[in-house]
């Protein structure tokens, strides 16, 4: 075992370069790998963070929203290259979650992808709301 690099603002974006963010991510970071109808095709891996952990750095007006179903989630995607590097998402709509595949390569942060059985949302999803809490109410 070794140390866990420490949690810092790490960036990444969309294929093209249009569109990049940075999100607060801690060395180790745990993401899902979702089944539902929409991440099975674009194969989104989610590292799902707060609010306050997150933030557009560029291309703001290059997104466009899709929404389907319910209406909550927000896939955002780039209009020049298709890519959803990050979106709100329909477990945590008071927060972001983060395509681990779309951060820059960085040699201190440790993925581990378990899977999210999101065929069978509603019986699933609260597994997930604490994940968007901020850092002082998860402290409580
Ligand atoms: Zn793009």
Not at 62 to 77: E, I, K, P, S
Not at 123 to 131: G, I, K, R, W, Y
Request: net charge negative; with cysteine; hydrophobic share 35%.
């Amino acid at each position: 075992m070794h140390e866990a690099a420490d949690t810092r603002w790490r960036a990444g974006g969309c294929h093209c370069g249009a569109v990049r963010f940075e999100a607060e991510l801690p060395g180790r970071a745990l993401a899902q790998s979702c089944n539902c109808s929409m991440c099975e095709k674009t194969g989104f891996v989610h590292l799902i963070v707060p609010e306050s952990r997150f933030r557009i750095t560029q291309g703001q007006d290059q997104l466009t929203d899709y929404t389907f179903n319910t209406g909550v989630a927000h896939h955002l995607f780039c209009r020049v290259c298709g890519v959803k590097s990050f979106y709100r998402p329909r477990s945590n709509p008071d927060g972001w979650s983060v395509n681990a595949r779309c951060l820059d390569a960085a040699d201190d942060l440790e993925i581990t992808i378990e899977p999210f059985d999101g065929r069978n949302w509603e019986a699933n999803a609260v597994s997930l709301a604490h994940l968007s809490r901020e850092p002082q109410e998860t402290d409580a």
